[in-house]
């Protein structure tokens, strides 16, 4: 099962709110597309009001969750989460362009220069 997938049944066993996908740094047709997939695996259902997890979706999320505990004190470390409060979304990627100080521009070229 995805990693994606999981999220968004831990956010839906605590509340029917997709908002909290948001913390996870998805956009909303991100979050629509993992939706339809659960739905078409049995895994969530939609009603006019409300989205819930199925018994099955909810057997699924049981189960990873008893794994990760095992795993997690099976291990003197625990797991590093990925830092998704930080991660930037393909749109901003794209509509908005790096542009480097005109210092470090500098620092560059004279880089470049040695090596040519």
Avoid: C
């Avoid at 709110?17 to 739905?39: A, C, H, P, T, V």
């Avoid at 006019?48 to 189960?63: A, N, Q, R, V, Y």
């Amino acid at each position: 099962m995805k990693q994606e997938h999981l999220h968004l049944l831990i956010v839906l066993k605590s509340s029917s709110n997709l908002q909290g996908m948001r913390k996870y740094g998805y956009e909303y047709d991100e979050i629509l597309s993992f939706l339809k997939e659960l739905i078409a695996d049995g895994l969530v259902l939609r009603t006019d009001e409300t989205i819930e997890l199925t018994e099955s979706g909810k057997i699924k999320l049981e189960e990873f969750e008893g794994n990760q505990k095992e795993t997690k004190s099976s291990q003197s470390n625990p797991w590093i989460l990925p830092d998704y409060k930080n991660k930037l979304s393909k749109k901003s990627l794209l509509s908005e362009p790096f542009i480097p100080s005109k210092d470090s521009l500098v620092r560059i070229m004279k880089k470049v220069q040695e090596n040519l």
